[in-house]
């Protein structure tokens, strides 16, 4: 007989692991404890050496299914005179407690969902203590239903004996409900009134004949129609205000096989516990209109993740759906009702809406498949808040993030939490929201910041923040924080060689970075190589209109007049004209060593008209079109500084012979590559270091991703991204952290390894 002490570190909390490690012991016929405390779980097991090591074999290899196990740690311990196993009461006085996010339905509430005999049968808001909302529904901690947004609803007998009874799947399930004691839908017009008691049936039947409807879902509203009726696609479009920008969608596994090549991991990271869209390959000739996603060979898909979605998506049959975030562009998601009832009436022609109320906004997470893991893109519903432990108490603070896609992070203890995607911080209701989520995270997590990170931007939204919240100001260069970011993800601490490749941010000496390698200490780089500069003509506009650095570039180029008129010759002459003077004059020019820059000016000569209505539009254009290519254009390096000129010579000489433009993306790419695998041999050389951080949004591109790995794993780097952080600027804030953390309280290597996937199924672990 023997007794072991496990303790388990990670988000097992909010995720039924005492009801499931409950009934593993019972079963099992060990006798001990187990209780939620600060890291995560205590467990104490009592039982022969056999039984024991088939415990944690199997807690090991079936962890609840929304579980992130970081670490288990466990230790021989005296045996103690006992007869059962108990669920004891949570460890915590008024220290942190981390929570799991919203987690999509799980497979055992779903088979309940359809079938007839159960008492929850087509009930949307069934779940249980592996699913539904978390973040979305908690109004102030502890994670209780009295402060929940679940508090007003008395629960019913039945629901209550579940509530209560150990042994059942909904064991403190905290959002537990039925279809009578529980939230209801309720389908209604613009007026207000309700148009059929049968509300999924009659929203599918209107969005078959080509209506908007916006939908309630988890962290806010979604706008809802049919991706198979291009005119309601356009509607929405226009409606919206989003031109271009690919809108998500969401079908059942067996539709999704039809219009999408996916992948066993894409499969299971779209049913993980986050569910996040994912972005997948597009098959051609399928059931969605065009203009879903035009110019890009992906489409972001989504399973239906919540019982209310499920039962949307199995009346729609075959039908795919248009699932977007309910809000106009550039704003943030909306998530109360009356406010959705205001402003989005212009869009939707019927409200599908209940009365389980929403505390805060997550839009929808986005994810892709590299190299065979996830990779975040924007982290929100079902992954954030993202905690992570540090073993050093940490001063208080709070990081900024940067002004596009941003997250912020907090600091304090030894818990780390980056928030939410909150969005683009130009517009007023962003702002405000970035507050409100700002104040929300500080109450739930009880943390008071006593000093603010920063970017080095002087123009930015969060700068002008950070100023004035009467607190010291930390400020630290954009890329140097997108590279700590990754140190900091993968707890590195040793020489780094990082390579940033980004749209622009502010550098130390006043120009716009976006092109940079860097080496040393993730807390003292070195820029050691970077693209070389050219003006930004006209500043920030430059970055939505990819003419511009087109006509930088080549001018940069020597390249002549005559050929000019011919590569710009469907731009009007008076623009040319005028961008030119602005060049020759160095008016409003700022200098720009960016990547993203780049590729815009790439993506112009193979064909990209019009403007980025969305970050990263011309590269995405470029990305879709291009052939693998092993030819490469030509390019020097002098003085440290990448010479591009002779790329943009080369793409148009092969513009003016007729060289087919998915052959040239293809080059350009390869070309790309070359530079990030040359340059870092060349620092390596010099430095010895042979770890290799990626970073910045021009990271999206797989392509360019999946080769990096793939070339510099080959020559013996050990090389690091970003996975479960975003790898633009939704990732900066723990960077921003991680280089704070390097000049006052240590932010040391963890005692844990923190696993690198979003949480998701078993078998990441
Ligand atoms: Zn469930
Ligand atoms: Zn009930
Ligand atoms: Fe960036």
């Known amino acids: 007989m023997i007794r072991i002490r496990v303790k388990i570190i990670g988000v097992v909390q909010g995720v039924g692991f005492r009801p499931e490690v409950y009934n593993l012991a019972n079963k099992l016929k060990l006798t001990g404890f187990i209780f939620n405390d600060l890291n995560g779980v205590t467990i104490e097991i009592q039982g022969q050496k056999k039984i024991t090591d088939e415990f944690i074999e199997s807690l090991k290899k079936n962890p609840p299914r929304a579980a992130r196990i970081d670490a288990i740690i466990f230790k021989e311990?005296?045996?103690?005179?006992?007869?059962?196993?108990?669920?004891?009461?949570?460890?915590?006085?008024?220290?942190?407690?981390?929570?799991?996010?919203?987690?999509?339905?799980?497979?055992?509430?779903?088979?309940?969902?359809?079938?007839?005999?159960?008492?929850?049968?087509?009930?949307?808001?069934?779940?249980?203590?592996?699913?539904?909302?978390?973040?979305?529904?908690?109004?102030?901690?502890?994670?209780?239903?009295?402060?929940?947004?679940?508090?007003?609803?008395?629960?019913?007998?039945?629901?209550?004996?579940?509530?209560?009874?150990?042994?059942?799947?909904?064991?403190?399930?905290?959002?537990?409900?039925?279809?009578?004691?529980?939230?209801?839908?309720?389908l209604i017009d613009k007026k207000?009134?309700?148009?059929?008691?049968?509300?999924?049936?009659e929203a599918v039947k209107l969005i078959k004949k080509g209506k908007i409807i916006a939908v309630k879902g988890l962290g806010g509203y979604q706008l809802i129609c049919d991706a198979g009726n291009k005119e309601a696609v356009n509607y929405l479009r226009e409606a919206k205000n989003r031109p271009h920008k690919p809108l998500a969608i969401m079908v059942d596994e067996g539709t999704l096989k039809k219009i999408a090549q996916v992948s066993a991991e894409e499969i299971a990271l779209l049913k993980s516990a986050s569910s996040p869209i994912v972005l997948v390959k597009k098959k051609k000739n399928n059931i969605v209109a065009e203009n879903v996603a035009s110019g890009v060979n992906e489409y972001g898909v989504m399973l239906p993740y919540t019982p209310l979605h499920q039962l949307l998506i199995k009346e729609a049959g075959e039908k795919v759906l248009v699932v977007t975030s309910g809000n106009l562009s550039g704003h943030s998601i909306i998530f109360k009702d009356q406010e959705a009832l205001k402003s989005l009436s212009k869009i939707a022609d019927y409200f599908l809406m209940h009365n389980r109320e929403i505390t805060v906004g997550y839009d929808d997470s986005v994810a892709r498949i590299v190299n065979k893991e996830p990779l975040v893109i924007r982290a929100s519903r079902g992954v954030s808040p993202l905690f992570f432990k540090r073993d050093k108490d940490l001063i208080p603070a709070l990081a900024m993030g940067a002004d596009l896609k941003n997250s912020f992070a907090?600091?304090?203890?030894?818990?780390?939490?980056?928030?939410?995607?909150?969005?683009?911080?130009?517009?007023?209701?962003?702002?405000?929201?970035?507050?409100?989520?700002?104040?929300?995270?500080?109450?739930?997590?009880?943390?008071?910041?006593?000093?603010?990170?920063?970017?080095?931007?002087?123009?930015?939204?969060?700068?002008?923040?950070?100023?004035?919240?009467?607190?010291?100001?930390?400020?630290?260069?954009?890329?140097?924080?997108?590279?700590?970011?990754?140190?900091?993800?993968?707890?590195?601490?040793?020489?780094?060689?990082?390579?940033?490749?980004?749209g622009l941010g502010y550098g130390e000496d006043g120009n716009f970075w976006g092109g940079e390698f860097f080496s040393g200490d993730p807390c003292n780089l070195n820029r050691e190589h970077h693209l070389a500069y050219f003006p930004l003509l006209g500043g920030d506009i430059a970055s939505v209109e990819p003419v511009r650095a087109a006509l930088s570039l080549v001018l940069e180029s020597k390249i002549n007049s005559e050929r000019i008129k011919k590569i710009f010759g469907d731009e009007t002459n008076d623009k040319i004209f005028n961008l030119k003077t602005m060049y020759e004059k160095k008016i409003n020019s700022p200098l720009t060593s960016s990547m993203g820059r780049l590729f815009d000016a790439a993506s112009y000569f193979i064909g990209f008209r019009g403007q980025n209505t969305y970050?990263?539009?011309?590269?995405?254009?470029?990305?879709?079109?291009?052939?693998?290519?092993?030819?490469?254009?030509?390019?020097?390096?002098?003085?440290?500084?990448?010479?591009?000129?002779?790329?943009?010579?080369?793409?148009?000489k092969d513009l003016e012979s007729g060289v087919k433009k998915e052959k040239i993306a293809g080059k350009f790419q390869r070309t790309v590559l070359e530079i990030i695998v040359s340059e870092t041999l060349k620092i390596s050389k010099e430095t010895g270091i042979r770890t290799v951080c990626l970073s910045g949004g021009v990271f999206q591109n797989r392509y360019l991703l999946e080769n990096t790995l793939k070339k510099l794993s080959k020559k013996g780097f050990n090389v690091y991204y970003n996975k479960m952080v975003p790898i633009s600027d939704g990732g900066i804030a723990l960077g921003q952290l991680y280089l704070l953390n390097c000049k006052g309280p240590t932010l040391t290597k963890e005692t844990i390894n923190v696993s690198c996937h979003p949480r998701s199924d078993k078998k990441n672990k």
Request: hydrophobic residues 35%; charged residues 30%; contains cysteine.
């Open 77 to 186: 311990i005296k045996t103690k005179k006992e007869k059962e196993f108990l669920i004891k009461p949570s460890k915590y006085e008024g220290v942190r407690q981390s929570l799991s996010p919203d987690i999509s339905i799980c497979p055992d509430c779903q088979k309940e969902l359809f079938d007839p005999k159960n008492r929850r049968y087509l009930y949307p808001f069934i779940n249980c203590y592996s699913c539904g909302p978390r973040f979305t529904f908690i109004k102030k901690m502890p994670y209780d239903r009295r402060n929940t947004t679940m508090s007003g609803f008395k629960m019913c007998l039945e629901c209550a004996a579940e509530y209560n009874d150990p042994k059942n799947r909904r064991f403190h399930a905290e959002p537990i409900a039925c279809s009578k004691c529980g939230p209801a839908l309720k």
């Open 192 to 201: 207000g009134k309700e148009i059929s008691k049968d509300s999924i049936r």
């Open 410 to 502: 907090l600091s304090s203890g030894k818990d780390i939490i980056l928030s939410q995607y909150i969005g683009d911080m130009g517009s007023a209701s962003v702002k405000k929201r970035w507050l409100d989520v700002r104040n929300l995270y500080e109450e739930l997590f009880n943390i008071s910041p006593q000093v603010v990170v920063a970017d080095l931007h002087p123009g930015y939204e969060t700068t002008k923040i950070a100023e004035n919240l009467g607190l010291p100001v930390y400020q630290f260069q954009h890329h140097k924080a997108h590279i700590a970011s990754v140190a900091f993800e993968h707890s590195l601490s040793e020489p780094v060689i990082g390579v940033a490749f980004d």
């Open 615 to 652: 970050e990263g539009e011309a590269a995405c254009y470029l990305e879709s079109m291009a052939e693998e290519a092993e030819e490469k254009y030509r390019y020097s390096v002098e003085n440290r500084t990448i010479l591009v000129f002779k790329i943009i010579e080369g793409m148009i």
